[in-house]
């Protein structure tokens, strides 16, 4: 993976983790363990590769740009303070998703733990987010890179009124073939993006056509997933939604950086904050969402 992404070291910060660089300048953090690795760009504090006994557990396009200059298709991208179009409470037209994947974030620290590098990172408003978002914040992302692989984001209210936000820990998972994939534990209800937002209801998940939609309530703890490759199950910690997305040949045709077959081995499973209302954190509050992804046993 380092190979492909062309990445040059620049030190090495700990036993597991070094900090390299890309053509672009981009800083990576990559890590590597006996058994598990990963890869986290500073741009966008995006995980863009974690692989377990070798099997890669996340898909990255082939066409994904690495330059810092747009976000990455692939990985884990955070989407923060909202999750697709800006809602009219923030203003209509701003970047979809928000700005945290498009912003260069700061390593806070590594710490070392006898089976898991734990990786805490932070963006700050700062005049470009102020320019957008009028609110001082504090953002911060824990990477847990091991057997399991964790990943919390807290926000953290820095100003004197209520900051209210939505968001999703929007991860692309690499699978085998669209047949094999299955998911279990959505619920059966969601929003179905592909069909004006109807509220549909459903349960049981097939793979056959283009998805994009918000299960608004998926089981309290666990969605199983077989992807071809192996069996996972995500464990969400303060999400109100699982996001579901898979573009099919079409949706994929239209993006310049989504390979044109890259939809048949990927398919998104969100972690979301995606209630109209958002989470209203108060001034000096702070509120966690996130996830665990394991292996089934
Ligand atoms: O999470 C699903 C979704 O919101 C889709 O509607 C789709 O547009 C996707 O995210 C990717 O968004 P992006 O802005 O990264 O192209």
């Avoid at 001082?136 to 984001?153: A, I, K, N, S």
């Avoid at 040949?249 to 972690?271: L, P, Q, R, S, Y």
């Amino acid at each position: 993976m380092q190979a492909r992404l062309a990445l040059t070291q620049v030190r090495q910060l700990t036993k597991t983790v070094s900090l390299a660089r890309n053509e672009a300048g981009v800083s990576y953090l990559v890590v590597e363990r006996d058994n598990s690795e990963a890869i986290i760009s500073l741009y966008g504090a995006h995980l863009i590769h974690y692989a377990h006994a070798r099997q890669p557990w996340l898909w990255l396009s082939q066409s994904a740009k690495l330059d810092g200059t747009r976000p990455i298709r692939g990985g884990v991208p955070l989407c923060w303070p909202w999750f697709g179009p800006s809602p009219e409470r923030v203003g209509l037209g701003k970047p979809q998703h928000g700005f945290a994947r498009t912003s260069t974030w700061t390593l806070d620290g590594i710490s070392e733990e006898a089976d898991n590098t734990l990786l805490h990172l932070s963006l700050r408003d700062n005049a470009q987010t102020l320019a957008t978002w009028p609110h001082p914040f504090e953002l911060e992302l824990d990477v847990r890179v091991g057997d399991e692989l964790t990943m919390m984001l807290t926000t953290r209210n820095t100003g004197s009124t209520p900051l209210v936000y939505s968001g999703a820990l929007h991860s692309y998972l690499q699978t085998q073939a669209p047949e094999l994939v299955k998911l279990a534990g959505l619920g059966s209800r969601y929003i179905d993006r592909l069909q004006d937002g109807a509220n549909i209801e459903q349960s049981g998940f097939t793979l056959d056509k283009a998805v994009d939609r918000t299960y608004t309530a998926p089981s309290a703890h666990i969605i199983d997933i077989e992807t071809g490759h192996t069996s996972l199950k995500l464990d969400n910690h303060q999400a109100d939604s699982v996001v579901v997305w898979n573009p099919w040949k079409e949706g994929a045709a239209t993006m310049a950086d989504f390979d044109d077959d890259g939809w048949k081995e990927m398919i998104c499973v969100e972690t979301a904050i995606t209630d109209p209302a958002g989470i209203t954190v108060d001034p000096d509050e702070e509120h966690t969402f996130g996830f665990i992804l394991s292996q089934k046993a």
